[in-house]
C-alpha cells in the first residue's frame, strides 16, 4: 500500500472512483473539483500493488470559517474491490498525520442523513462524533440532508476493524 498526494495523471481513476462510489456523481463538477484538490494539495490517493484503489479529498480551514482550526473531509472512497482492507482507515490516518504536521486541531466529515448509511458506523468507529445536522445542503444535488461529525486530533483513535494494515 502507497498513499501520496494525487496528480495531473489520477484523473480518470478518481472520477471512475467517484461515479462507482457515489449516486450523485455530476460529471460537470467533478473534474473541476479534481483539479482544484491537486493544485491546493488536498487529495491523498491510495495505491494497491500500483493500482489505484481510492482517495481522500479535503479542505484546510485552518484560518477560513466555517470550519475554523480544522479540515474538512470533502470525499473519501475505495473502489469496491478493495473494500474490506482498511484502505479508508489508512486514508484517514493520512489526513490525521496532515493534520498534526500542520498543527490543525479537528477534523469534520458529513454523510447523508438515510436510513442505513453505513458511513454513520464507519466514522463512529474511526472516533468521530456527530456534531450537528444540515438542512436543504445543495437540494439539487441531494436528495437528503447532511450529518456532520468531528474528532479531535489528540483523541483520534481507530478501531482496528480492518484484515491488514
Known sequence: MKIRFGHPSDKKDYLKTQKEAFSNFDPMIEPKFFDQKVEKKEIFVLEEKGE??????????????????SVFVEELAVRKKFRGNG??????????????????????????????????????KQGFEKVGFLNDLEPNRYDYNQIFYAVKIKNWKTVKTYKRY
Open 52 to 69: 489505484y484503489a481510492g482517495h481522500i479529498c479535503f479542505g484546510n480551514y485552518s484560518f477560513s470559517p466555517p470550519f475554523t482550526g
Open 87 to 124: 484502505f479508508g482507515t489508512a486514508l484517514i490516518k493520512r489526513v490525521v498525520r496532515y493534520c498534526k504536521k500542520n498543527n490543525i486541531e479537528m477534523i469534520h466529515i458529513s454523510t447523508g442523513d438515510f436510513e442505513n448509511n453505513k458511513a454513520v458506523e464507519y466514522y463512529k
